[in-house]
């Protein structure tokens, strides 16, 4: 009877213990903000915030995926956000008959062709050791061949890209459905992935940091300045939604609508990165991350490993950066702001937790209604106090007190940031990972 009871009470002890307490306090507290939002600031407005906050979402689990599962810091994220906004724009906006009507294609068909086979001459002179040249000499002749066809091929394309900005404006879109821009933007932000990953990976996680974060201006520069693929400054816009937009529904029941779709793909990636987060694959991953050294003495293939993690991430970066493009309904290569796409995401996830999925996402909610909202709150205080001081002590009243609110966004985020690495190091909703015995 004794031991009845002792197994009674352990197995209520157990109950007790994995009840989700942080995880219904931390939703509660969420969904108690965003009803205080819908209830101050209107739905129209609630809404738009709600879409760019799932966007953001998505680009978390993408982050949370590579420094939670694989330990890899990714400062780059503003990068594969930018490819994703620019597939969105390049395969759904409306075809650039203009373009198409005239010989410009076969003109950057050809020069592209001469890249291509520039490359493809360099690197078949670095590999003439392998007939018997000296490899001093073979590294003489590779340098000069890529000087030379550099110069060479750089001027033919030039003199093409000018011909289009002039004759055409730019090349134009494919006007494919939304859908297809997206897929395609996460995959060609994980090619881009898949290419750093075999360059930096082996690199020591802070040295990672700063590749990734030199290969996202890198992007940026090159969409900023190719005007013939992206009209660089001059934006485009506008870009097509999957859904209806306002001019057919109405400003809060198209933003409704276009939630729901990311609403969907948010849960869809969540059951995807659970099932695998509790996989002998993810088992196997946080075993590298937790100790690399003990992990290859078992045979594991490091490298491949943090390879799938690091491309994995930055498809669901790619593919969260076009869904906030096609929302915004424009693509502004100077738009992409280490602030806004590296830093604030970074701040998500180390609020809701590292490696958890469902912390991750609420974390995504809970910072961006913090972000957006602090300038409103900012600029209430301040007017309150500015009439207070004007009122009682004579005070001249400010007249540039909305772009101080502004700065107020990032006070609150580096606030919000110090206290819970100060009070929550591992985030509100630290990762769980179940232990088989």
Known sequence: MSNQNLHRREAVNETTSTFPFRELIMLTAVALAVGAVFLFMGPAYSTRMMVEASCYAILALGLTIQWGYGGQFNAGVMGFVALGGFSAMTFTVPVNQAFWDSDLPGQLGMALLWIIIAIAVVIGASRLHRIGIPKRLRT??????????YMVAITHFREVADQIESQAGFIGGFGLPVWVGWVIGGALAGGVGYFIGHICLGLRSDYL???????????????????????????????????????????????????????????????????????????????????????AAMGKNINRRRLEIFVLGCILIGIGGA????????????????????????????LGGPGNNFGTILGAVAVYIIWVMSEPLALWLMEIMANVGHNNFGWELPSN?????LQARVLVIGLLITIVLRVAPKGLLPEKVKHHG
């Not at 590779?142 to 030379?148: A, D, S």
């Open 401 to 405: 007190l909305e772009s101080r609110a």
């Open 209 to 295: 940091a700063i590749a990734t974060l030199g290969i996202a201006e890198i992007i940026k520069a090159f969409l900023k300045n190719a005007d013939w693929l992206t009209r660089g400054t001059a934006t485009v816009s506008p870009l097509p939604w999957p859904v209806p937009g306002p001019a057919e529904l109405g400003f809060t029941l198209a933003r409704a609508a276009y939630l729901s779709v990311t609403a969907l793909m948010i849960v869809a990636f969540f059951i995807l990165l659970q099932r695998a987060h509790n996989s002998p694959w993810g088992r196997m991953i946080r075993a590298i991350r937790d100790n690399e050294v003990s992990s």
């Open 140 to 149: 003489v002749i590779t340098v000069v061949l890529g000087i030379v066809l």
């Open 323 to 350: 869904a906030l493009g096609s929302f915004n309904s424009i693509f502004d290569p100077q738009g992409f702001l280490p602030l806004n796409h590296t830093f604030l995401v970074l701040v998500m996830v180390i």
